[in-house]
């Protein structure tokens, strides 16, 4: 069996009062693309947000290749090999698209290394995103969204994460667009990268997917293999759609 890169055991999490991720249990196995899924208002953000440290947790343990992360700072869970692309993109709009490359290798454990190792990872980077090489000059906040959204795939890659989340990156994006987006998510998982996906493009996600969970009212009520929720019957019992 693959180990579990990310393993979730009865996670339970508030804002105020109100509990948002209740008893939460759920595991991604190294080298997988797991999508998480699940109306609006599911947990599925705030999910996200547990793991990568910026929402504490109040019950339960979070564990990185088997080492608990939780009560951790984001700035150490992002160190130790998270990496969070959050709703909205998270890129330097007035920079161009090679200083924003640039200040992620640069921060990043990697880059303080040595020059040649920045070179080399710069080069890495614009071989996997060939687009975003054409348009290095360019700022960043003149990108189409598809290209921005590149832009902070690229950045997270920067520091070779463990597991690379991302939240609904297909958001506000045109259908041609996110289909070539998914191509660089398929690329990134023959890769290896490890990833955990929220996504409203069904289509996409269930393609990529090697699990699913559907999560409902902060819990999850569904976990089976893509083509479980191909049938529409189904989609829409747990859905709702
Ligand atoms: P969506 O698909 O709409 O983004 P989601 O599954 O990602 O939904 P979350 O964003 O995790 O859902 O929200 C879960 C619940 O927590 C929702 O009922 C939401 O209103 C509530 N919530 C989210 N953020 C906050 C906050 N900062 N303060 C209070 N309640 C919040």
Redesign the pocket.
Known sequence: MTALALELSGVRAS??K?E?LRGLSLGVPEGCVVALL??????????L?AISGTMPIAQGSIKLHGRRIDGRSASRIARGGIALIP?GRGIFPTLSVRDNIEIAIRCSVEGGASPSSRREGFDRIVATFPRLGERLAQSAGTLSGGEQQMLALARALVARPKVLMM??ISMGLAPIVVEQLFETVRTLKEQGTTILL?E?YLTHALRLADICYV?AK?EVIFVGEPAELRDPETVSTYLGV
């Open positions: 804002y105020g109100v948002v699940g109306a609006n208002g599911a947990g599925k953000t705030t999910t947000r709703e939240d609904e929220v409203q999560l902060g």
